[in-house]
């Protein structure tokens, strides 16, 4: 496992929890040292152990921390460049969503070794979709449903982001109410110089 994606839990802790709470996490995780390594390669449980911990030191559901993690690794500002990444995917956010099937190969681009688990897409109705992720380190459902809450807020999109039922197949489900309910956050690709 890619060292950036184990290195997303601890910029996590840290940037909301503080420091402290890291250093607890990472003893708990047994990592083999507090700061992860981004260019260093992992065991694959790693990431699943490094969540458990980090769950359980906060006191919080590990669906419920996975959520926050998706939230954070697109809205907080430290995390600009994968906002930059996803915001490549459409003008709108029916475009980023019908572009979320080619978004490892985006990765891959920017750093071929990552190895991100693929996302499908399937359109099951009008502005209905059901988004999974195959990972087999970890579900990624939570992860997955609080970067799309996150990116339909980016796009201002009025959409209704949850777990698929099971009879619609493994996944999130959005619902796409309204894809211009707000003015959504500034994008550019490069600023105008004056």
Do not use: N
Not at 88 to 93: E, H, I, P, R, T
Not at 97 to 106: F, H, M, P, Q
């Amino acid at each position: 496992m890619h060292g950036l994606i184990v290195r997303s839990v601890q910029s996590f802790v840290t940037d909301v929890y503080g420091a402290a709470q890291w250093q607890r996490v990472a003893a708990r995780a047994d990592l083999p040292t507090s700061d992860v390594e981004a260019m260093m390669r992992y065991a694959d449980d790693v990431f699943a152990r490094t969540v458990s911990a980090a769950a359980k030191i906060l006191d919080k559901p590990v669906d419920g921390l996975l959520e926050d993690l998706g939230t954070y690794l697109v809205s907080h500002r430290s995390m600009g460049r994968i906002r930059r990444l996803l915001r490549f995917g459409g003008a709108d956010f029916v475009e980023f969503i019908e572009s979320l099937d080619d978004l490892v190969g985006r990765a891959h681009l920017a750093m071929p070794d990552l190895g991100l688990p693929a996302i499908q897409v399937r359109a099951v109705g009008p502005g209905l979709y059901i988004v999974s992720c195959a990972w087999a380190a970890m579900d990624l459902t939570a992860l997955l449903t609080g970067a799309l809450r996150a990116m339909a807020d980016d796009y201002g999109a009025l959409a209704m982001v949850d777990a698929a039922p099971a009879s619609k197949g493994a996944g999130v489900r959005v619902t796409l109410l309204s894809s211009a309910f707000t003015p959504g956050r500034s994008f550019e690709l490069r600023r105008a110089r004056p």
